[in-house]
């Protein structure tokens, strides 16, 4: 994907999981399935993961550089990405540190629509703001998947949230009726 198609995959992609959550009611939004996240928490932890993204993306270069390197490989395919991410996630990766999210109230659910659409949009524009070389030079840290290319990172963030879309769908068909 060149960044134009990444960005509308990553536009799409989270808007229909906004409109997912957005339709759900104040219990089901707060649901806990057993030893699972919450959608309200599933919506938290996508605010935790594309932040960081977003805002590393405006990092100077010759300090993302300094600090990670740059890439000594091409980068993944999409779907190579997602098949590393899936693998991962089947041998046991989980959500670490900063990226757990707490319990979420029903009250919590429009701010963080808000502050979603806002680092997808803002991320928008930092991709849109790379070439399409430094898409595949410069590298960020993943804590599942390592070293990623800026691409990498973006194919990542755009399946994230597809990921977690289903996690939503499939806590709540647990929920007693």
């Known amino acids: 994907m060149n960044k134009e198609e990444i960005v509308q995959s990553l536009q799409e992609n989270h808007a229909k999981f906004i409109q997912q959550i957005h339709a759900l009611q104040d219990v089901e939004f707060c649901y806990v399935p057993e030893g699972k996240w919450s959608a309200a928490q599933q919506l938290d932890h996508l605010v935790r993961s594309v932040s960081p993204v977003r805002m590393a993306l405006n990092i100077p270069k010759f300090i993302l550089q300094w600090r990670f390197g740059l890439a000594n490989r091409p980068s993944l395919t999409f779907e190579k990405l997602v098949n590393k991410y899936t693998t ?22 429009e701010k963080l629509l808000h502050q979603l659409k806002s680092q997808v949009d803002k991320l ?7 070439n399409e070389k430094s898409m595949d030079t410069y590298i960020l840290p993943h804590p599942l998947l390592g070293k990623l ?25 647990t929920m007693p009726k």
């Open 88 to 109: 991962k996630l089947n041998e046991g990766g989980r959500a670490t540190g900063q990226f757990i999210p707490p319990i979420v109230d029903s009250n919590k659910r």
């Open 124 to 130: 928008s524009k930092n991709i849109l703001a790379q």
């Open 149 to 173: 290319t800026f691409r990498e990172m973006c194919y990542f963030t755009i399946y994230h949230v597809e990921h977690h879309s289903f996690l939503v769908t499939k806590g709540l068909d």
